[in-house]
């Protein structure tokens, strides 16, 4: 299947940091790729949608100076969660819809997500 | 974003047994259904994308029906294994590619 990778799979950081978290596509190239964060005993909510050389869309109540995606390429994505406060601490995770690389643009690959702590 | 249900929460079920969950989400406007396993501290792994009305999707002893006039998604497992341990969730994909998820339904299969 397609590979997605995540990086770091844990961070804690202190508050009032940011924390990079990146996402890549290890074996395709993908046209779009989706942010979502999941609070405890709770769905994975879509954070927001980027693509490729475009500004990231946001989902409603997301803000988007606080979370910076840059999609700079189409096997890189980057999440940037600046000033974290604890409310912040969540579990973050990427998803990657393939272009016309051979795989089907409806299929999602998902990375195995980051634990972001803020203490 | 779409309200997704699934149910039960959790189910335990007994190494060789057969058991099914449902996923409900709103019947209109739909576009397609995504079924993923999740196990803990891996990615979700993609299980089916179902997007005809009376679709069903067998990948092993997984198999999956979908009902888009009612707004149902049933996952059926046949002949559980531990390995089947996971959490299952569903998520409709609006027409912009954007997938609501469910809570999920946890398995837990005992040897």
């Given amino acids: ?119 | 974003i779409l309200n997704v249900e699934q149910s039960p929460q959790s189910l335990h079920v007994q190494e060789g047994d057969s058991t099914n969950f449902t996923c409900s989400f709103p019947s209109s406007n739909f576009y397609a259904l995504h079924w993923y396993r999740w196990e803990t501290a891996k990615s979700p792994e993609a299980l089916f994308v179902m997007t005809l009305n009376g679709d069903e999707k067998k990948k092993g002893r997984i198999s999956a029906t979908l009902n888009t006039k009612e707004g149902y998604s049933y996952l059926y497992i046949k002949g559980s294994q531990p390995e089947d341990s996971a959490t299952y969730l569903c998520a409709p994909r609006s027409n912009d590619y954007k997938l609501s998820f469910g809570a999920g339904t946890t398995v837990t299969v005992r040897a």
């Fill in chain 1, 1 to 119: 299947g397609a590979v997605v990778s995540q990086h770091p799979s844990w961070v804690i950081c202190k508050s009032g940091t940011s924390v990079k978290i990146e996402c890549r596509s290890l074996d395709f190239q993908a046209t779009t790729m989706f942010w979502y964060r999941q609070f405890p005993k709770q769905s994975l909510m879509l954070m927001a949608t980027s693509n490729e050389g475009s500004k990231a869309t946001y989902e409603q109540g997301v803000e988007k100076d606080k979370f910076l995606i840059n999609h700079a390429s189409l096997t890189l994505s980057t999440l940037t969660v600046t000033s974290a406060h604890p409310e912040d601490s969540s579990f973050y995770i990427c998803s990657a819809r393939p272009g016309t690389s051979g795989r089907s643009s409806y299929e999602q690959y998902f990375g195995p997500g980051t634990r972001l702590t803020v203490t």
